[in-house]
């Protein structure tokens, strides 16, 4: 069974500067990646799928790379708004989420 | 305006049986392959459950043989009955929209419109 790692648990960023939170997978899942974005007391939203590709309506300053096993969402200058937690879905092989990175304020 | 609304969360024993529903609205129901998919307090996602536009039905170990998904496309309405359920199976439930990813695998979606959940809490 695949197993999704994401790293780290929690990261601290100051507004405006720049996030990068990884995701990896314990055997290649291609670019079956989507990347989801929680806010407390929120259903999920859909960032990015196919690992690099963003969703409807999903501001350029979030991107996502990576294929194979290790993978990145970037949110290049974050907004208040921003502050959350992020899960990586693998669809390659089953439908399994990685356990989340608290993105909060520094 | 496109969204899904969850209903039918509670408080059961462990044993029970609970149902919980999804409306939909905004897009062709009958065109979307739809999904369950769970979120214990303070931990990750877990899928829960499939259903295909055709009716096929999929689900994980931890509950297949205890809970059933359905689909009623003329109340464009999403269900999901949960039997003989333990304290693990305690979350939020959302219902979500899944969105074919192209792996080609056996599952293979990734979920493009969520609902914003309900709570089923198992306790005596």
């Known amino acids: 069974e695949i197993v999704m790692t994401q790293s780290p648990a929690t990261l601290s960023v100051s507004p405006g500067e720049r996030a990068t939170l990884s995701c990896r997978a314990s055997?290649?899942?291609?670019?079956?990646l989507a990347w989801y974005q929680q806010k407390p007391g929120q259903a999920p939203r859909l960032l990015i799928y196919?690992?690099?590709t963003r969703a409807t309506g999903i501001p350029a300053r979030f991107s996502g790379s990576g294929s194979g096993t290790e993978f990145t969402l970037t949110i290049s200058s974050l907004q208040s708004e921003d502050f959350a937690v992020y899960y990586c879905?693998?669809?390659?092989?089953?439908?399994?989420f990685g356990q989340g990175t608290k993105l909060e304020i520094k | 305006e496109v969204q899904l609304v969850e209903s039918g969360g509670g408080l059961v024993q462990p044993g029970g049986s609970l149902r919980l529903s999804c409306a939909a609205s905004?897009?062709?129901?009958?065109?979307?392959?739809m999904h369950w998919v769970r979120q214990a307090t303070g931990k990750g996602l877990e899928w829960v459950s499939a259903?295909?536009?055709?009716?096929?039905?999929y689900y994980p170990g931890s509950v297949k043989g205890r809970f059933t998904i359905s689909r009623e496309n003329a109340k464009n309405s999403l269900y999901l009955q949960m039997n003989s359920l333990r304290a693990g199976d305690t979350a939020v439930y959302y219902c979500?929209?899944?969105?074919?990813?192209?792996?080609?695998?056996?599952?293979?979606?990734?979920?493009?419109?969520w609902g914003r959940g309900t709570l089923v809490t198992v306790s005596s």
């Open positions: 259903i295909g536009t055709a009716g096929d039905t």
């Open positions: 196919g690992a690099s």
């Open positions: 055997q290649s899942v291609s670019s079956n």
């Open positions: 979500a929209r899944g969105r074919v990813g192209g792996s080609g695998s056996y599952l293979d979606w990734y979920f493009d419109l």
């Open positions: 905004g897009f062709t129901f009958s065109s979307y392959d």
């Open positions: 879905q693998q669809y390659n092989n089953w439908l399994l």
